[in-house]
């Protein structure tokens, strides 16, 4: 099998993409946003394509300001304080939406997919347009893959009425082996990828550079992709978000090497601790219904946002849906409250109980195990969703050989639930900027490894002399190991 070895990049790549190679004098469209690979399976993936006016982003340093009405006194105030006032957006004399630092404006036109695996001839996909109203994307569903198998990709952009290809893109992906094969798989977990919290100034996170050094089958996003609060008012600066953040050296680089399993969380669909119906002009004219659905177009997703994915015979995973079901935050706690919601509960037992996977591992936005801080009170860790969190608890602890990985939180841990023994890893955050909320010194008895650092989780599975073996092991933002866990099968 063929492993992607990642190379020392340059500020240069800021500047252009290095994975980009224009094949005409034709004025776009671009890939600035690069591609994203997702929902792999034995035979499917799904590639994500964004085009874009421009071959690079706009780097001035400009924002629009954000300013609150006082009802008070009548003046237009910086500070919000979460609270529920009219809300004003002003651009700069001169500036734009599409000139603010990290727009990438779209453009329309056509994009294919050409795909080959090892020893096998090109396959092209049909052109397919990108959608203007889904911030010029577009999804290339491939189907009928080999299983086990690695991928070559190009994609290829036109104009609307060109018929000649304005650029490429390269990229590759692994698929996923048959239920019935024993297959080594190492993937890796992060969560709360914060602009403001970048620990690169010109290429981004560092810590997509040392997970590529690993080797990843492929890689898992528990949500906080971006975070909407401070700045997306509306639709187009919600859509801005990922434009900046997917138009970094470090995302369009890693991005085009290694498929991803997407999951969203508050700051990714509308604002912090968020629920459906819930009502505040914080957010101006962006809607919670709207970022349901903005989040569906800007990653590699299908229309159903909680999923099971099998990959080989000793790994099956659940991603699961935390917002879009729940109960509000502040309801008194019993039966009637959920975050899965009823269907999402039933489908996640069901599929459970049915698997022979031999390891088992629901990924959770949200924590389950915790423990959490006193005064949150939006997940399963927390008092005010404990009557499903007991729920949930249980049934996963009566499972064999079945595990819990988080994100949300801004700090990594290994915990034991202290009356079901389930265990729970938290994966951390994308930078040590970002990292915080909790202190080494706050240790409780449910925590095995505790550490308020950025980074990110790895979980191997493998056999050794044909017994399956999992293991957790945390990394620093550089690749540096804090806590390794190892566990065989029961």
């Known amino acids: 099998m063929k492993f992607h070895t990642p190379v020392l990049i340059t500020l240069s790549i800021f500047f252009g993409c290095l994975s980009c190679k224009n094949t005409a004098e034709i004025n776009g469209p671009y890939f600035a946003n690069g591609i994203k690979i997702g929902e792999v399976t034995q035979n499917k993936a799904i590639i994500w394509v964004r085009l874009t006016k421009d071959s690079v982003r706009v780097n001035e340093k400009v924002l629009p300001e954000i300013t609150y009405l006082n009802p008070e006194t009548g003046a237009w105030d910086v500070r919000d304080g979460r609270k529920d006032r009219e809300v004003r957006v002003i651009y ?20 294919r997919v050409k795909y080959k695996s090892n020893n096998s001839l090109w396959t092209a996909t049909s052109w397919q347009p990108v959608d ?39 990229g590759e992906f692994k698929t996923a082996p048959e239920i019935t094969q024993p297959s080594p798989v190492r993937f890796m977990v992060s969560t709360g990828q914060a602009y403001n919290d970048l620990d690169s100034t010109y290429f981004g996170f560092k810590l997509y550079n040392s997970i590529l050094k690993l080797n990843p089958s492929f890689f898992v ?22 434009q900046r ?7 369009i680089e890693f991005q085009r090497h290694v498929s991803s399993y997407f999951i969203k969380d508050d700051h990714d669909t509308w604002m912090n601790d968020c629920w459906p119906g819930q009502s505040t002009r914080f957010m101006g004219d962006f809607t919670f219904e709207q970022g349901i659905e903005i989040f569906k177009y800007e990653v590699p997703m299908k229309e159903k946002t909680y999923r099971t994915v099998r990959w ?18 502040t309801m008194e706690d019993g039966p009637a409250k959920t975050i899965w919601g009823k269907e999402q509960l039933t489908w996640f037992k069901q599929s459970v109980e049915a698997s022979d996977a031999t390891f088992r591992i629901l990924v959770s936005p949200t924590p389950i195990v915790g423990p959490d801080r006193l005064r949150k009170n939006d997940n399963h860790a927390n008092i005010g969703f404990s ?29 034991i639930h202290e009356e079901t023994g389930l265990k729970e890893f938290c994966c951390g955050p994308a930078s040590d900027e970002h990292a915080g909320g909790w202190s080494n010194d706050q240790r409780m008895p449910s925590h095995q490894y505790l550490n308020v650092i950025g980074g990110f989780l790895t979980v191997e599975v493998k056999r050794i002399s044909n017994n399956p073996q999992i293991s957790f092991t945390h990394h620093g933002v550089d690749g540096a190991v804090f806590n390794a866990y190892i566990e065989e099968s029961e």
């Open 387 to 415: 009557y499903e969190g007991d729920m949930i608890r249980r049934f996963i602890s009566n499972q064999k050989n079945m595990y819990i990985i988080c994100g949300d939180r801004h700090w990594q841990y290994f915990s």
């Open 221 to 242: 996003h528990t949500g906080d992709i971006v975070y909407y609060d401070s700045y997306a008012k509306n639709v187009a600066l919600a859509q801005w978000h990922w």
């Open 132 to 170: 203007s109203l889904k911030d010029y994307t577009c999804q290339v569903e491939l189907n009928n893959l080999d299983p086990d198998n690695t991928y070559e990709i190009i994609v290829e952009s036109r104009g609307p009425q060109e018929n000649q290809v304005s650029e490429t893109i390269s």
């Open 92 to 111: 700069p004399e001169g500036y734009t939406i599409n000139k603010i630092e990290g727009a990438v404006p779209g453009a329309p036109g056509f994009a």
């Open 312 to 329: 080989g015979k000793d790994l099956q995973l659940w991603f699961v849906e935390g917002r879009d079901f729940r109960s509000p935050n």
């Open 245 to 251: 953040t997917y138009s970094l050296p470090s995302n």
